[in-house]
């Protein structure tokens, strides 16, 4: 079955770019009519849907977020990636990958998650 | 943005007992053309993802437990877990898709009395 993994460095220091990348692996993040986005969650906290990426390459962004993020998709890889700009400690949290359930916009499947840490 | 509300924030309820998760939104997330809610509720475990259990505010996800149902309409919805099993303990979050930014619930963590 399709599954999803995160992977990155869990610590970047503040002002710097944060990256990561979800790899899709039991089946092609091209097929199917799939949205994959991108959620995170501060510890103790609640969760922030920060964008998804469709098949095609169309993004969309959470407005809070949009200036300084960026979702793109390497169907080479079967991957896709996360860049957060200009990180503050706000920005640490746990980071998932997760996807829609094709054409219907509940998230059916989830990586099991990143921490990424913000600080010097 | 759709604010989710959620109410309790926490509530702890004996084993066997009947646990109620209430969820509001700031607007309707019923669509006119399908007269569906676009309402899903997800349970959380400690250190795991969430796990999605209901979408459409009252259908059931492929093998989750049918003590798990959901229900309402429009801005307000329900979770209840009929017969709370240890395994529940968690926290529940409500997520509507009806609009980006997707957005959820600020959780409601449930415990065993």
């Known amino acids: 079955q399709v599954q999803l993994q995160e992977s990155g460095p869990g610590l970047v220091k503040p002002s710097q770019t944060l990256s990561l990348t979800c790899t899709v692996s039991?089946?092609?993040?091209?097929?199917?009519?799939?949205?994959w986005s991108w959620i995170r969650q501060p510890a103790g906290k609640g969760l922030e849907w920060i964008g998804r990426?469709?098949?095609?390459?169309?993004?969309d962004y959470n407005p809070s977020l949009k200036s300084r993020v960026t979702i793109s998709l390497d169907t080479s890889k079967n991957q896709f990636s996360l860049k957060l700009s200009s990180v503050t400690a706000a920005d640490t949290a746990v980071y998932y990958c997760a996807r829609d359930a094709g054409g219907w916009w509940y998230f059916d499947l989830w990586g099991r998650g990143t921490l990424v840490t913000v600080s010097s | 943005d759709i604010v989710m509300t959620q109410s309790p924030d926490s509530l702890a309820v004996s084993l066997g007992e009947r646990a109620t998760i209430n969820c509001k939104s700031s607007q309707s997330v019923s669509h006119s053309s399908n007269n569906k809610n676009y309402l899903a509720w997800y349970q959380q475990k400690p250190g795991q993802p969430p796990k999605l259990l209901i979408y459409?505010?009252?259908t059931r996800e492929s093998g989750v437990p049918d003590r798990f149902s959901g229900s309402g309409s429009g801005t307000d919805f329900t979770l209840t877990i009929s017969s709370l099993q240890a395994e529940d303990v968690a926290v529940y979050y409500c997520?509507?898709?009806?609009?980006?930014?997707?957005?959820f619930g600020p959780g409601t963590k449930v415990d065993i009395k």
């Open positions: 990426i469709y098949t095609s390459g169309s993004t």
């Open positions: 039991g089946g092609s993040i091209s097929s199917g009519s799939y949205y």
């Open positions: 997520q509507q898709y009806y609009t980006t930014p997707f957005t």
């Open positions: 459409w505010a009252s």
